[in-house]
């Protein structure tokens, strides 16, 4: 039992080293000129699929969610925003800012299907979207 916790461990260790690979890739190689027009972090994202619904959890730590933006644009799920620095901290002195600030965007593609309701709800630092199946 002891092996597969530490194989699991090791396995979620090692999909979280390629997640940051990519997109250190992606930083690194966005082309010269557009640096000041996109988005400078993506949030990650669980998308979850039940019988009747399909859920998408945003990580958004210290976003106020009611300022992020969330559409259905082509068959995906668009969420786009800005996290700031609160104003009374302007003035701190920082020690460690390991929370991206700014603009983010996220494009994803939502399971095949349509979509009728969409509700918005924030848990645990997450915003999450619910959107229920058209037709069931």
Known sequence: MARDVARDWMWSEACEMLARAERMHRELFRPAGTQ???PAWE???DILETEFEVIALVALPGVDVDNAQAAIEDGDLV???TRILPPELHTATIHRLELPQGRFYRRLRLPAGRYSGVRRA????????????AGI
């Not at 848990?123 to 199946?133: M, P, S, Y």
């Open 36 to 38: 000041a027009r996109l």
């Open 43 to 45: 949030p990650p994202v």
């Open 79 to 81: 969420i786009a925003g």
């Open 122 to 133: 924030v848990a645990a630092g997450c915003l999450v979207i619910t959107l229920q199946k």
